[in-house]
T-cell receptor
Framework: KQEVTQIPAALSVPEGENLVLNCSFTDSAIYNLQWFRQDPGKGLTSLLLIQSSQREQTSGRLNASLDKSSGRSTLYIAASQPGDSATYLCAARGGSYIPTFGRGTSLIVHP | GAGVSQSPSNKVTEKGKDVELRCDPISGHTALYWYRQSLGQGLEFLIYFQGNSAPDKSGLPSDRFSAERTGGSVSTLTIQRTQQEDSAVYLC???????????????FGPGTRLTVL
């Protein structure tokens, strides 16, 4: 059974810092890994999707990498801003077609 | 519509009553998922629909929970005889294809916040 772990569970940083959020998964036989953002009281917003054949994806200040062999993905946020404050979740999708979600990293970026 | 929509956005009900939650996926998306998110908890998978195939109901927590998807589009999640522990945010997601090489990004709706008094 796939298990997804996100570290750290919470993070508080000053504005401008570069951040790395970690996501690890136990079963490397995945089709893709997706990163989401969730604002309080809202649904999930897709940030980046990395297919199993890819090593990384970039969107603006966000960069996500995938290392299937080690069961890890990282989300890099450059030059963090207060508007980046949210919970970030990763989800690994394997052969069961049902993604397994991590518990998320709660990020606060203070001015 | 442009995205996944859910209704109602909020639902307050009394213990023992039945509730229906609705999800409108993105047009053309064949896969539809229901999840539950309780306060301080991660996403709990409930049920998955893929095209005309039999749904995967392995995540439903009890027989009080059921879901259907009519015409391969709109889905309704029904909770019978609601209990206080059913209070949570119920999220729906859709994707173009469930698996395989083609892009299969999941898109989520805003959720329905259910409160059982």
């Amino acid at each position: 059974k796939q298990e997804v772990t996100q570290i750290p569970a919470a993070l508080s940083v000053p504005e401008g810092e570069n951040l790395v959020l970690n996501c690890s998964f136990t079963d490397s036989a995945i089709y893709n890994l997706q990163w989401f953002r969730q604002d309080p009281g809202k649904g999930l917003t897709s940030l980046l999707l990395i297919q199993s054949s890819q090593r990384e994806q970039t969107s603006g200040r966000l960069n996500a990498s995938l290392d299937k062999s080690s069961g890890r993905s990282t989300l890099y946020i450059a030059a963090s801003q207060p508007g980046d404050s949210a919970t970030y979740l990763c989800a690994a999708r394997g052969g069961s077609y049902i993604p397994t979600f991590g518990r998320g990293t709660s990020l606060i970026v203070h001015p | 519509g442009a995205g996944v929509s859910q209704s109602p956005s909020n639902k307050v009900t009394e213990k023992g009553k039945d509730v229906e939650l609705r999800c409108d996926p993105i047009s053309g998306h064949t896969a539809l998922y229901w999840y539950r998110q309780s306060l301080g908890q991660g996403l709990e998978f409930l049920i998955y629909f893929q095209g005309n195939s039999a749904p995967d109901k392995s995540g439903l927590p009890s027989d009080r929970f059921s879901a259907e998807r009519t015409g391969g589009s709109v889905s309704t999640l029904t909770i019978q005889r609601t209990q206080q522990e059913d209070s949570a945010v119920y999220l729906c997601a859709s994707s173009l294809l469930a698996a395989g090489p083609p892009p299969n990004e999941q898109f989520f709706g805003p959720g329905t916040r259910l409160t059982v008094l």
